[in-house]
């Protein structure tokens, strides 16, 4: 069984890291910029704080994920945790170890830029 609280943190510090890779690529100013309250425009978008010339809509993501504790057949190794989207894998080893995996539904959404036509 997961505590709540480490779930939490491993979903939000998943979040953040793809956001910090993708701010990272050639696109990566366009992806979570600041935005300008809660006010959505006639086109349905949020205009960037301080730069009402640019727009950002909201990318909603809804995954199915699952964390999976491991712990080692001997007694001195402890748990380990991982959360990754939902994707089946089967296979085998020579390891004696336990598994228990369990799925969770986790929605967030993150602003997006949205380019200016050239």
């Known amino acids: 069984m997961v505590e709540l609280s480490d779930f939490i943190a491993e979903a939000i510090t998943s979040i953040v890291r793809g956001i910090k890779q993708g701010q990272s690529s050639d696109v990566g100013d366009h992806i979570a910029p600041l935005i300008q309250g809660e006010k959505r425009n006639e086109h349905g978008n949020f205009h960037l704080k301080d730069d ?54 986790l929605q967030f959404a993150i602003p997006i830029k949205i380019p200016r036509r050239p």
């Open 52 to 105: 009402q010339s640019n727009q950002a809509t909201i990318v909603q993501f809804d995954v199915q994920v699952a964390t999976e504790v491991e712990s080692a057949g001997d007694a001195k190794a402890k748990g380990k945790f991982r959360l990754y989207v939902v994707d089946l894998e089967v296979g085998g080893g020579g390891k004696a170890a336990t598994k228990s995996s369990n799925l969770h539904r």
